[in-house]
């Protein structure tokens, strides 16, 4: 993985270059181009002069490198609320999170109105567990402010050793004083994909999150609920409240219920770094009829698998519109253990659809009704992120909207009596019923 990171950083930086040498060498028609060139290396002159004033100047020692972090963190929270400066001990825990294993709580969280915010809690983790919800946002952290705070700082300070507590102080809409809760840590040794077989032979598969094995244990749950299921007459995939992961997984999990088509398509200003991913047909495909579970808290690389069965036509895509987050971030080593996680590239679905700031609309809507009518959770959406990189279709002067209570969420708990608790799931299974009546009337 280092390696591969570290060969893009080379082509990034010989671009860069090749953009320096060109403006040095052009003729007066590139004159905007050094313009803004000589702009730039008179502003870094400015920085470096204000550093030597603070390291003479100010009333205490400073040290020159936190300065520098602190400059290189400012400069990328400027840019979008998914970039971010990574410390050595940041970018070793970005890995392992990649890994799906980390010491902490269990929670996805985002910046919302300068607070920590929770996007969704991982299930089966002590958050999870403990009731956190999505759009708590956190206030305090160990009785620390968390106002200003960056999402590395956070992440940062809910993450620590296991058996180790930590306590969130957190506002949740429409109740009206803060509350506390003491959350114990454990390693989050996340199982991204589950499965079972439900009534008349059809197959359920949830996937949690996007994680290294992911589309591995999805062809493997695939397999186990054809095998269970037999004949499997239905194929129903629950993609709500997934936050994403790693873009080579969700491409390998579309991959596995395609057998042709385009699953999505990636741009950006480096064109070296642009790719079209498409299936491949390896004759072992499921053929039934399939219906892909989502909601506002299906993100990132959810998207881009429910976007590539949508536009195949391979599945019908049922619940709530989604987080709507259709941007590429890459992860770039430096030489002290640092790195940056970069914005790079748009995401297009196969039919050249940009979902950024709009996300997924589903083929069927249906709201998530919870059990006793009990209080509602607050949605986010990459639209409601400060500084979000507008879509194709968004007003550039929009601004991001009041988050408002919804009731699109997952059960909290799955017990066996799941299919009563959950209407979305519920009425999967009865499309799917339907459909295997129709297509018998049909052949008759």
């Known amino acids: 993985m280092n390696g591969r990171k570290k060969k893009v950083l080379v082509v990034v930086l010989g671009v860069t270059a090749v953009l320096t040498l060109l403006a040095m060498l052009s003729s007066p028609c590139d004159s905007r181009a050094r313009k803004a060139d000589q702009d730039t290396y008179k502003n ?32 990328v ?22 890994k799906g294993y980390f010491g902490g709580v269990g929670i996805e969280i985002t910046i919302q109105n300068d607070l920590p915010t929770v996007v969704s809690p ?3 983790t002590p ?67 589950k499965f079972k077989v439900l009534d008349n032979h059809i197959g359920y598969i949830r996937i949690s999150t996007f994680a290294e094995k992911t589309a591995d244990d999805t062809q493997k749950a695939l397999s186990e609920v054809t095998r269970q299921a037999a004949p499997l007459k239905g194929l129903i995939l629950d993609l709500r409240n997934n936050p994403g992961g790693l873009l080579d997984q969700a491409v390998k999990v579309s991959d596995l219920f395609l057998k042709k088509g385009g699953i999505v398509s990636i741009r950006g200003k480096v064109k070296t770094l642009e790719n079209t991913y498409s299936a491949t047909n ?47 971030q ?25 979902i950024q700031a709009e996300g997924i609309k589903p083929d069927i809507a249906v709201e998530y ?33 009041d988050t408002a209570p919804v009731t699109g969420a997952v059960p909290s708990k799955r017990n066996d009596d799941i299919v009563e608790k959950d209407n979305q799931l519920k009425t999967a299974i009865d499309l799917l019923k339907s459909w295997e009546i129709f297509m018998k009337k049909q052949a008759a």
């Open 369 to 401: 009704v919870r059990p006793g009518g009990k209080e509602t959770e607050t949605s986010i959406r990459e639209k409601d992120l400060v500084r979000h990189i507008k879509g194709d279709g968004e007003k550039k002067e929009s601004k991001p909207a």
């Open 44 to 75: 870094l002159k400015i920085f470096t002069e204000a550093l030597d004033i603070i390291k003479g100047n100010y009333v205490e020692d400073v040290d020159a490198s936190k300065l520098i972090q602190g400059a290189l963190d400012g400069m």
């Open 282 to 328: 390896d004759g072992n495909e499921p053929t039934c009829p399939m219906i892909v579970l989502v909601n506002e808290g299906s993100a990132s690389a959810s998207e881009i698998v429910s976007g590539a069965l949508q536009d195949n036509g391979r599945a019908l895509i049922l619940g709530t519109q989604t987080f709507g987050k259709a941007s590429v």
């Open 77 to 98: 929270k400027s840019l979008d609320p998914h970039s971010a400066y990574l410390t050595p001990d940041m970018y070793k825990e970005l890995q392992s999170e990649a």
């Open 122 to 124: 991982i299930e089966d």
């Open 127 to 193: 958050a999870f567990i403990a009731g956190i919800k999505a759009g708590d946002q956190i206030v305090k952290i160990d009785d620390k402010p968390t106002k200003g705070m960056t999402i590395m700082d956070a992440v940062a300070k809910l993450r620590g050793a296991e058996k180790t507590q930590v306590k969130l102080s957190i506002i949740r809409k429409d109740v009206h004083e803060i509350k506390e809760i003491v959350i114990t840590r454990a390693i989050i040794n996340v199982k991204s994909v």
């Open 330 to 354: 890459t992860v770039i080593p430096f030489e002290n253990g640092s790195g940056l996680k970069l914005t790079t590239a748009k995401y297009y679905t196969p039919n050249g659809r940009s």
